[in-house]
Each structure stands twice: as C-alpha cells, then as structure tokens.
C-alpha cells in the first residue's frame, strides 16, 4: 500500500467483507469532510472572520486519520456483536459521527496553535500557508480555542438520543476520555515537554529528567498516541462495546499512535517538503530529540513495526475482528507523508 | 454594599434566611477554591511545569462571581422546590460544584489568552505578572488551553451520577450550553469582534458593520455574558431547574453579564491600577470603543442599573425567590474591581 502526498491511497488492497479499503477510506473521508462542514459555525451564529478561520484550518485536506479510526472502530464493535447486521454498522456509524468529527476538530486546534511563533513556528502547513501567517498571531489563537470548544459542544449536543439514556451515557464517558486526551495529562501535556526540552521555555525551569528513551516514548504517548487513543475508544463506545472490547481497542491504539509519531520523526528525515506540505528536517534545524536521532533509522523502522505487532495481538486477543483497523495500522507506517 | 480591591465585600447586609451575603459569598469562595485544587491535574498525571502555570493562573484569587452564581443558581431552584430542604440545597451545591469549577477554569483560560502580546498583551493581572510574563507565550497558550479542556473532562468526569441518568442527562446539557457559550459562536466570538474593531486583524478583512450600540452590546454580549448565562443556568439545571426556571435565570443571568461588562468599561476609565489590580485607562489608549465612549458615564451607569432592574424582573415573573441571586447584581454594580 501506498500512500500518496495528497493523502489518497493506492494500494494492492486488503478486502474486508464486500468494500476495498481504500473505497472504505474515501467514503469515509467525504461523510466526515460533509458533517464537519455542517457542524462548524457561521455568521450570523459567530462574527464571519472567526468563522472563516476556523474552516480554512479545517478544509485544509489531510488524512483525516484520526476521524476514520473512530468509525472503523465503531464498525468493528458493530461487527463483533451478535446477530451482527449491516443497519448496526450503520447506527453505529451514525452514532460515533459526532465523535469522530470531534476528534478531528480537536486534532486541527492542536496543528493551529503548533504552529504558532511561540510554539513550532511554522509557515506551512498540508502545502498552504498555516493560519497565523493569514490572518496574524491573535486570531490563529482564538480560532484553535474555537475549534476546540466546538468540539466539546458537538459531544454533547447531538440530539440522536430522544428517550436512550444509554447514548447519553456513553457520550459523557467519550467526552471524559477524550477531555483527559487533550488535556495537561494527554497532548498538550507532551507538547509542553516537547517545549521544554527544546530550550523554547526560559523563565522558572524545573529540573528536567534525562531525555531518555522511556521519556522520549512518553512524550510522543502525550503529544500523539492520548488522542489517538481517544479516538478509536469513542468509536467503540458509541457502538457499545464492552469493556474489555474498550480496553483491547485503546491497546490497539496506543501501539498505532507510537508507530504514526515514530513514522513522523522518520518523515521529517527522510520526507521531502513537497510531500509533507510542510518543512522537512524541522526536527534536527530546532534540536528536537526523535527516534532517529536516538535510536538510528533502521531500529526506529523495526521499532515502527513491532508496534504495529503489538497492536494486531491487542484484537486478536480480545476475539475483534480486525475489519479496516490492521489496514489503518499499515497504513500508518507505510505513509509517505 | 461596597467591594473593596481584594474582592472582599464589605456590606449592609441583606441577610437572607440566615446567612449574610458577606458569609454567603466567603464561604462559598473557600469551598472553590478547594474544589479548584482538587481538580487541576498534577504530576505524575500531567508534567510539573505546565500544572504549575495552571495553579498560577487559577490561583491568583479573583472575586470568583461565576461559580458563586452557579452555585447560587442552583440555591435559588433547590429552594423554590417542594418541599424544600436544607439537604437539598446541599446536595443541588454538590451537583452544581463541578460545572462552578468548570466555568471558572474557562474563564480563567479567557484571562490567560486575552493578556498574551497577540490580543490585549496585558503585563499586569489581579496585581500579579501575566502568566506570559513568567512562563513565556508557548507555555501560556499552552496552560489556557489546558484550564478549557480540564473544565470540560471536569464536567465530563465527575463520577457522583451512578445508577441516576437525570444527573447524567443534566450535565450534558450543562456542558452543550458551556461549549456554546465558549466557542465562536459566544465568548471567543466576542473577543475576535474586539481584536477586528481595534486594528489588531490586518489580513483579509470582511466588511465591518460600524460599530454602533447595538453592535457593541452584542459584542459584550458575546465576550462577558455569555459566559456568566452558562455559569447561572449550568447551576439551575444541576439543582433540576424546570425549562421556565432555567429560562428566567439566563435572562436574569444576561442581564447581569450586560451590567458587569459595562461596570467594567466605567472601571477602566475611572478606577486605579491599584484597585484594578490591572492597567486602568487600557482601553482609551488601545482605541476600544466601550459604554462610556459611546453613551457617556452618566447614561452608562444607568443603564446598568436598568438592566440590574430587568434581572429583578426575570426572576420576579418566574416567581423564583431572589436568594443571594439579586445580592450578586447589587455585588456586580457596585464593585471597585
């Protein structure tokens, strides 16, 4: 499989059932480019220029990985239980829609204020200028907080719940995993060590441990692998899934979240600019510790690799078909951007 | 009644059953202030130097009007129900303290943005260097988009729901009206009104409508009352709020966020530094246009009272008992700082 810079996949396909995963990957992908169109805000709800902000970031393209994690996971706990039906897939679908769009929105914010001067200073951004470097520092700032408020606001007011309280209740428990995600304890928490250790923060300095291997995989857990996780848990809650199919499927995840930050720290080296859409080799120019450069290139590729092990053994483990989630696994470490 | 520059009240007070405003507001100050630490992530959940400027931010005191409506929110609707009791409103104030929390974080997020160089760029806060001051912008956007996504896993998470889906239907529609009053199209919408009004967007612009009255009172509308409605009515519904009650105290709650805002504006132009605890007479110099700017002081300070007289109404006509609800209004009207 092949994946190509403008996200698109050709691939020598695996079936799953009747639909090749990329037909999978590209239905998926308009359905979720669609809702999120109709659930970010617009004048006269909000002032036009947020608003307008707000969805450049979003319909910026990019592989909308995180979103299709979250229905491929709910189709795969749909899948699971029986009798199975293809109107469970579809409820179940429908009911994670919000979730997936959520973790999308969530995952834009993060880029937005990434790539602000104060944090990663970037200009580029899936081959167009970031949005700072538009529309200037401050609204960059507010739109990134809009993106992530809608988020929270699109969990919890889907109305597709009339009278099923076990939606509801399922709804919080996404909206605790996916808050505890982002959070100081999730993916700014690693942003923050990444700011850290990169000498980007100079006034009262706590003593920082070592940047060593264990400390290196925590960040990168932080920074990439919490909404990763969050993402393809709340597919599997809102299909309903049990337990320890919840815990089986954030293992599985956990394991796609570290091979996509190591595959990342590979690109940066090896990539090119025009296939990232943004600037390669940012990571040596500003001192950033990465796989790479601690573990070497061909132990970070084996390390890629048995992370993706690892996640197989999760569902295999928990009796989970693997419908579409070991194409997403392969496709995460076969990316070329 | 007269607030002093601490945020201590000093008052004639109107007692209500038999608790003293100035007893009502300390006590209740003291039990946020508890909920709050308890509440904000430490290590080794989250990193030391990012829960540090977290507590920074929360813990530079504040009058903490927003979880005090909240909390009195709820007070009221406890009361007004029969048979009312004691134990209930105790228990409507445990209900509501996560949403108090929440909306206090969120309004501390406002504060830790709005003073970075790329919006109001306000070195001075409650008398304390800004957090971007200490901690420099990266970490600052960082830690306030910490405190917004730790209020929505906090209203999310707390766990005092088992076995009764009312609680957990109510802190959906708590955390609905938070995101909304939050996101682009509320509080952030506002601010980004602000920063388009005073120059401070240079890229493409839309056309502004001139910024007469009414757009400067949906402007306040937006970055202070919007908030303050989802502090007061997040309350009620915790407490049960029936749709009439939750209704006459958002327009109670509305009226009061009008008020507050133009309080604020009077402030700047005529307060200290000292009292202020931040740099009075900013936004004369930044070019803002305010309520005294436009309607003159005398008319300012009429109209909030006009508006204090039609949040007496709302509740008035849902025959809600005041409470410590209209002791708040008097609070926001006749504060220093």
């Known amino acids: ?100 769009c959520a973790v999308e929105l969530i995952h834009t914010y993060s880029l937005v204020h990434d790539d602000l001067p104060a944090m990663d200073n970037d200009n580029m951004r899936r081959g167009r200028p970031t949005l700072h470097v538009i529309y200037g520092d401050g609204l960059a700032i507010l739109a990134g907080d809009g993106l992530l408020a809608e988020a929270f606001a699109l969990l919890a007011h889907e109305p597709c719940d009339a ?39 100079t006034a009262p300095h706590h003593p920082l441990p070592p940047l060593d291997a264990d400390t290196l995989r925590d960040m990168h857990a932080r920074k990439t692998g919490a909404l990763i996780r969050a993402a393809a848990t709340s597919g599997a809650i809102m299909a309903g899934a049990t337990p320890a199919q919840v815990n089986a499927i954030d293992a599985f995840a956990g394991e796609i979240g570290l091979a996509f930050q190591i595959v990342d720290d590979i690109l940066d080296v090896q990539g090119s600019s025009v296939d990232l859409g943004k600037t390669a080799g940012k990571d040596r120019a500003t001192g950033k510790v990465t796989y790479p450069a601690m573990h070497g290139l061909d132990r970070s590729r084996e390390m890629a690799a048995d992370s993706i092990a690892r996640a197989e053994h999760a569902l295999v483990s928990a009796v989970l078909p693997s419908g579409h989630l070991m194409n997403i696994a392969r496709w995460v470490v076969e990316r070329r951007c």
């Not at 999120?36 to 004048?43: T, Y």
């Not at 006269?44 to 491929?72: D, F, H, N, Q, W």
């Open 163 to 201: 009278g099923r309280p076990q939606l509801t209740e399922r709804k919080l428990r996404v909206m605790g995993r996916v808050g505890q995600a982002v959070g100081a304890g999730g993916m700014l928490g690693g942003q923050a060590m990444d700011l850290e250790y990169t000498g980007r923060i």
């Open 1 to 100: 499989m092949t994946v190509h810079d403008n996200g698109t996949i050709m691939t020598t396909d695996t079936h799953t059932g009747s639909e090749s995963f990329t037909d999978y990957v590209s239905a998926r992908r308009v359905e979720i480019e669609a809702a999120l169109d109709r659930v970010l805000p617009r004048p006269p709800v909000c002032p036009a220029l947020v608003a307008e902000a707000m969805r450049y970031a979003v319909g910026s393209g990019g592989k909308r990985l995180r979103p299709i994690l979250t229905l491929a996971a709910a189709d795969v706990v749909a899948s699971a239980a029986r009798p199975a039906s293809a109107a469970a897939v579809q409820e179940a679908w429908l009911q994670a829609m919000p979730a997936a």
